[in-house]
């Protein structure tokens, strides 16, 4: 079985920086691989069109780099296929979206790991990539393995905030991340992820996750962003989208064409793109 790089860093108490990539193109593993820029890349399955042979194809694209590991984001709906299905093409952690009670965290903690009297999950073993089909499957290998999966959780639901401190309190969440834009919706206030009381709910989620001893992680658009999470204790992040990345060069193409006179009519309307989703 493949080390599970991220899970190394957490054990020996490191930081760690990882990347979204949405486009469900391996060429784009390789890319951010051979910029040995990130400790991990996470795939963002919730808004991405994907199927079981791009997820293999993803896995076989990130074998190629000892020293990176890899995420999924997985959508309420269907969670545990996703998530197994990820783990067993080689992406080997997970975060887990839309969470409400520390009840539906237990639940995915049992999606991830084996079906031992241990380990109490429900992931059986199969003939999948991860354990090169018929090499290790079901072997104790395989077994430590989906004990190492790191397991991060998104906190963006009023009722998850309310329930915190319980899931704080699951064994085997390791990760915790708030969401503010979907917070916002939950609270009643759409499209207001950077309101006060929201920023707020946010440092309190970092506050408690810290004092429970888990690691909160913060999204953010760049590295320029992390010192003001890092004063309040955050040592774990994920920078940048790769559509972002080509949105926002796009635009100053667009801006340095109009300085120059090159700006055709059929350019496009002014937009901003969000510089975060939760």
Known sequence: MRPNRLRQ??????PT?????ITPWPGMIEIIGHSGAFDYI????????????????IGRA??????????????EQTRGFI??????????NVLFTDVRSADEVRECVRLVRSETPEAGGVHGAGMRRAVGYLLEGGSQAWVDAMNDVVIAIMIEKKAAM???????????VDMLQFGPSDYSVSI????????????????????????????????????EQAKPWMDLGVRHFCVGWDISVVFGW????????????????????????????A
């Open 250 to 277: 796009c635009k100053q193409q667009a801006q340095l064409a109009e300085e120059l006179g090159l700006k055709g009519a059929a350019a496009g309307p002014e937009v901003q793109y969000p510089a975060a989703r």
């Open 62 to 75: 990130l074998d190629l780099f000892p020293n990176m590991s890899s995420m999924m984001k997985v959508e």
């Open 83 to 92: 998530a197994q299905r990820s783990i067993d093409s080689g992406i080997q």
């Open 42 to 57: 996470e795939y963002v399955g919730e808004y991405s069109p994907f199927t079981s042979e791009q997820l293999d194809d």
């Open 17 to 21: 920086v990882g990347t979204h990539v």
């Open 9 to 14: 860093l957490l054990n020996e108490g490191k």
């Open 188 to 223: 009643g206030k759409p499209g207001g992820g950077r309101l006060p009381e929201v920023q707020e709910a946010q440092k309190r989620m970092v506050a408690m996750a810290l004092e429970a001893g888990k690691h909160p992680r913060v999204e953010i658009g760049s590295l």
């Open 162 to 172: 309310d329930d915190l401190e319980a899931i704080l309190a699951v064994d085997g």
